[in-house]
C-alpha cells in the first residue's frame, strides 16, 4: 500500500482551493459544501503532517511549499482527467466529442450549423471550449480543434477547412457622416485595431497600394466579437471576416465601403492528435466540417 498517496478526492479539493485562492469558490467548482472542502483540507494536512494554509486579513493563503505542491498536482490531475476521458471514448461510437475552437468562430459560424450535426449523430454528445491559442492535446481532455493559423501542430493531424477573406464594414450612420468615395478618406475615420492581428489594417492598405495612410493607429479589441460591436457601435470602420458578419450585412447594420476583400495569411483546420485519427466520433466531425466548409464557401 503506498503510505504518501493520499485520496485522490483530497488532492482535488486543495489544488482547486489554492487555484481559487478560496474554499467558497472551490466548493463551487467542485459542487460541494465548504464545510465538506474545509474537512478533505485538514484530513490531507492530517495525512502530511504539514500545514498547507494560514488566514491573513480572513483570506486563506498557501503556504509556499503548498504552492508548490499544489501546481505539481495540478499537471498530474489534468493528466488523470486526459487519461480517463480517453479510455471512455476509445474505440466507442457516440458518448463525448470535446471540441476546442476559437470564441467568435464557435458562436457566429459553428454552434448555428451544429443542429445538423446532432440531428445526423444524436448519439454524440459535443462539449465546447473555447481556446484562443494552440495547446498541447497530452495536457487537456480535448480530441479536437478548430485552429485558424499555419498547418503546423506537433503531434497532431491537420486537415484544411477553409480560407478566410478580410473585408472593411462600418455603420451605415457612420458613412452617411462620413462618405467614404476613396480609400485615401479612411483619414477621416477611427480604424479599429484587433489585439491578435496589429498589422491587419497595415497589410490591407498595403493589399490595396495605399501608403499614405497609417494603419496602426485606432483603439483595440482583443476578441471578433468585440470588434463587430465596435463597428455596429459606429466607433470606425473594422477589418472582419466575411463570414463572421455576414449577418450584420444582410440586416443593415454595417455595410462594406470598399468591395476588396483580402485572403488571410492563414487559414482555418480541424485539428486532433494522431492517437485520435481512429476515433470514430471525431471521424465523423471531421467529415461533416469539411462538408459545411465547402458548402458555404459555394
Known sequence: MRRTLPPTRDLSCFEAVVRNKSVTKAAEELNMTQSAVSRRISSLEGLLGERLFYRDKQRIQPTSAAESYAHELQKLLNGIEVATARLLSHGRTGGALTLACLPTFGSRWLVPRLNNFLAAYPDVDINLVSKIRPFNFDDEPIHAAIHFGAPRWPGAITKFLMNEYVVPVAAPSLLANTPLKSIEDLRNVTLIQHTTWPTLWSDWLRFVKCTELNGELG????????????????????????????????????????????????????????????NPNVTRFSDWIAAECTRANL
Not at 226 to 237: K, R, T
Not at 244 to 265: T, W, Y
Open 219 to 278: 483603439p483595440k479589441f482583443e476578441f471578433y466579437s468585440l470588434v463587430i460591436e465596435a463597428a455596429v457601435a459606429g466607433i470606425g470602420v473594422a477589418l472582419l471576416p466575411h463570414f463572421l458578419v455576414k449577418r450584420e450585412i444582410e440586416n443593415g447594420q454595417l455595410a462594406i465601403p470598399f468591395d476588396k476583400p483580402m485572403r488571410s495569411e492563414y487559414a482555418y483546420y480541424f485539428v486532433f492528435p494522431e492517437r485520435q485519427q481512429h
